[in-house]
Every structure is written in C-alpha cells, then in structure tokens.
C-alpha cells in the first residue's frame, strides 16, 4: 500500500483530467495536497471540497504557470501554508491550434512549446527550494507517448514539446541525483477534457490498435504517478513510463 501521510503534493493542472484524478489519488493515500488551475476557480473549489472531506489540508492556486511572477507566488503560498513540498506532478499541458508545420504560425508552436515545458521548467524551478526540505522528495512530469509514435496530424508542435520534457526529466533526474528523483509518465490516448471531440468516436484506428482495446482513464495514469513519487520508486529516476494500454507492442 503507498502511503503518502505527512506529505504535500502540488499537482499542477488539476483542475480536469489526469490531474484531476492524480490529485485525488494523493488525497486518498494520506496526502496534504496543492491544487491548480487557470481559471477554473469552480472546479478547483469543487475538488477541494472533495479533498478536504477526506481530512486532508488543501491549498487552491489559480494562474498561468507560464509568467515567472505568478509561479514565484504561487511557491511562496505554498511555502507559508505548509513550509515544503514533498512532490510535485507537473500536469499542465494542451495542445490548442493543432496545424502542419507549413501553415503554422510561429506563434502557434511558440505558445505550445510553452505551455508544455516552460510551465514545468518554472513550477520545477521555483518548486526546488521547497523540495530539499522534504524527506525523499520526488518530480513527476507528464510527458506523451506521441513522442514515440509522431502524434497525430496537425500535433507537431504538441510532439516537440513533449519529447522536450522527455529531456528535460533525464537531465534533471540527472543534475538532481542523489538528493531529488526525477521521473515522468507518459500517457497513451486517454479519454478527458485535454480532446475537444471524443477520442474513442476521434480515433477508432487507435484504439483498434491496443492490445488492452480501451481508451485510458485518468485514473490508469494516476495510479502510475502515485507509484513514481512514492517510496516504492525510490531506485528509479530518469525513466518515462508509457502508460498505454500496451500501444507500444502495436506502433
């Protein structure tokens, strides 16, 4: 049984989706947790109420993780409620305005690249103070199986940011060892809020493709975070762990 009592978790993103479900998790394995959305104050007042009705201490952040002036708050919020931080889950991530390379704006693939990593650069940044105070802190990042596979049309600028964080969780696994272990999950086709369409009625051809026949729940990909950051992982760090139903057995 993973057991998280006496630890603070922030989930970044978890208002919807996988953190969402990452966060109730923690919640339900003993854990203090830090929730966060982008205008979203109703969902995340909702989970945390939730959360709060299983004893556990919650802390609400609303705000874009991509200014540097927000995140430097949020980690003093954090700081002045709780005093550390023993893992951080960095969830935020979408893929908006998908579009080939040839008709793409710059701006477009500027503004993917960073909602995907330079939110986790910063929440990890900002976050690492707060970590050195805990006992065996640990990072999960959320990356994607599209960075094996080259994602879906129109998803390139969505695959390059996630293949980043495939590096960005090496090398810093790399330059936080011993002291931080660095880990990250990367989802296959999961049913949430992250698809503006159904993804089962979106990609049949996907999902006729996997050896488990489903699309993923958030909370397949919440079980995989929790066993990352936990103590159970204490020798792994450095890894991305597919979490695909078997995808890679296909593609």
């Known amino acids: 049984m993973l057991n998280f009592k006496d630890s603070v978790v922030w989930v ?4 919807t989706g996988i953190g969402r479900a990452a966060a109730r998790k923690f919640a339900s394995l003993g854990a203090d947790l830090v929730i966060h959305g982008l205008n979203q104050q109703d969902l995340t007042a ?12 919650v802390l609400v952040l609303d705000g874009d ?10 980690a003093r919020q954090i700081d002045e409620t709780f005093g550390r931080l023993s893992v951080l889950v960095n969830c935020v991530g979408a893929s908006p305005a998908k579009s080939r390379l040839d008709d793409m704006p710059i701006e477009t693939f500027d503004r993917v690249l960073a909602i995907n990593i330079r939110t986790q650069v910063l929440a990890t940044q900002k976050a690492l103070p ?21 994602g879906v049309p129109g998803g390139i600028a969505y ?15 790399r330059e936080l060892a011993p002291e931080i272990r660095v880990n990250a999950v990367a989802p296959g086709l999961v049913t949430s809020p992250f698809h503006e369409e159904d993804p089962e009625q979106k990609y049949p051809w996907v999902i006729s493709a996997v050896p488990m026949k489903r699309v993923g729940k958030p909370e397949d990909m919440a ?22 139903g078997g995808m890679r057995l296909s593609f």
């Open 12 to 15: 970044t993103g978890s208002s």
């Open 46 to 57: 909702e989970l945390a109420t939730e959360l709060t009705a299983l004893g556990r201490r």
């Open 65 to 74: 993780l991509t200014e540097e002036a927000v995140v430097e708050g949020f």
């Open 130 to 150: 707060l970590l050195r105070r805990a006992d065996d802190p640990a990072i999960v990042n959320i990356s994607s199986s599209v960075t094996r596979v080259g």
């Open 159 to 173: 695959t390059t940011a996630k293949g980043g964080i495939d590096s960005f969780t090496r090398a810093l696994a």
């Open 223 to 244: 079980g995989a975070i929790a066993f990352l950051a936990s103590s159970e992982a204490r020798y792994i760090t450095g890894e991305t762990l597919e979490v695909t």
